[in-house]
């Protein structure tokens, strides 16, 4: 996975690592099934049957304004590790587009910026004098990044920025932003711009799809970028942690297989690559709110060979029901066949 942000007359690309051997505890979403890939370890839940898996209502809520402010001022004050700015909210309530999003530039706060996406209820407060440093050469590494993060993890905890619930440290992945720099006919030079961390939101060890928590380390040693995502878990949280649907879920006992998924997503795109990535908790894009089941689910990348050369088409999700076998497969982005390309165009 890849992502690519222009810098001025950089380039940053994210590369996804291995963690380093303090965040990498077995991460209790998954454990190897007989076929070889991911199937997740389920957690006892109040049900006579030990496989029961739990059936839980998602929402993405709809942030207001003071909604938002009171998000993103917890988190920007560990940002900043300064108290919360005072015109956040005014800030914040400037700066609402026709669609409901934000991008508010907080004046009191030198370089903050603290922006609202709805589609996925996503929090995201920066230093925009750090995230836009492409010019410092002092890079304090992984391990001093990652000591980094957890120490902000925990005082984000302790302020009650974010939930404990679903959220280990242990389970958290690490990526890095790659900053490349260099003339024309020359090859580039690479560095470190940014150590982030993602810890996904899990429910009983299954993982949410799209939500959780994530931060990153600008290689100089200061926190950049904070971000809260993804829809909320509606449960009932027991003293050790796990979690039970409300009245709105349920549970249930599987009635199909990691093998029949397999063998189902094979048939249906017999000339993709197809990466399985075990049981996910899935609120699709658009929806606002349901009581989710966990699916198998895939990612997918169409391919074709044209003139003796492999070609990738735009890869997508595609989530089967473990409880259904002739239900119809969840997928997204939708593929579009009749695409022609930029719409705008």
């Given at each position: 996975m890849k992502t690519k942000m222009t810098f001025s007359n950089t380039v940053a690309v994210r590369r996804w690592v291995l963690v380093a051997p303090a965040l990498v505890a077995i991460v209790l979403a998954s454990c190897t099934s007989q076929s070889g890939q991911d199937s997740p370890v389920i957690a006892a839940l109040s049900s006579p049957a030990?496989?029961?898996?739990?059936?839980?209502?998602?929402?993405?809520?709809?942030?207001?304004?003071?909604d938002v402010a009171a998000v993103a001022s917890p988190l920007?004050?560990?940002?900043?590790?300064?108290?919360?700015?005072?015109?956040?909210?005014?800030?914040?309530?400037?700066?609402?587009?026709p669609e409901g999003s934000v991008f508010a530039d907080?004046?009191?706060?030198?370089?903050?910026?603290?922006?609202?996406?709805?589609?996925?209820?996503?929090?995201?407060?920066f230093n925009e004098r750090i995230t836009r440093d492409t010019a410092s050469l002092s890079d304090i590494g992984a391990a001093a990044a990652q000591s980094i993060f957890t120490s902000a993890f925990q005082s984000f905890l302790a302020t009650g920025a974010i939930s404990r619930t679903g959220l280990q440290i242990a389970n958290a992945h690490a990526s890095q932003l790659i900053q490349g720099e260099g003339r024309s006919g020359q090859a580039p030079t690479e560095r470190v711009k940014e150590y982030a961390f993602r810890i996904?939101?899990?429910?009983?060890?299954?993982?949410?799809?799209?939500?959780?928590?994530?931060?990153?380390?600008?290689?100089?040693?200061?926190?950049?970028?904070i971000k809260t995502f993804g829809p909320k878990v509606q449960s009932v949280v027991a003293a050790d942690g796990s979690e039970a649907p409300t009245a709105s879920g349920y549970t249930f006992v599987p009635s199909v297989t990691n093998a029949a998924t397999d063998a189902r997503i094979a048939a249906d795109y017999p000339t993709a690559q197809v990466k399985p990535l075990g049981l996910r908790y899935w609120l699709p894009e658009g929806v606002i709110s349901a009581v989710v089941e966990p699916r198998e689910?895939?990612?997918?990348?169409?391919?074709?060979?044209?003139?003796?050369?492999?070609?990738?088409?735009?890869?997508?999700y595609v989530a089967y029901s473990m409880s259904n076998s002739g239900s119809v497969a969840t997928v997204w982005p939708t593929p579009n066949p009749a695409a022609t390309g930029d719409v705008r165009k």
């Open positions: 030990a496989n029961a898996l739990g059936a839980f209502l998602l929402i993405r809520p709809d942030l207001s304004p003071q920007t004050s560990v940002l900043y590790s300064a108290s919360a700015s005072q015109s956040l909210l005014e800030s914040v309530s400037k700066s609402v587009t907080v004046s009191d706060v030198p370089g903050l910026k603290v922006a609202y996406t709805r589609g996925n209820s996503t929090v995201l407060a996904p939101r899990t429910i009983n060890g299954v993982e949410v799809f799209n939500a959780g928590f994530e931060a990153s380390v600008h290689r100089s040693g200061q926190l950049a970028r689910m895939y990612f997918v990348v169409p391919t074709a060979t044209v003139e003796g050369h492999t070609v990738h088409a735009r890869g997508f």
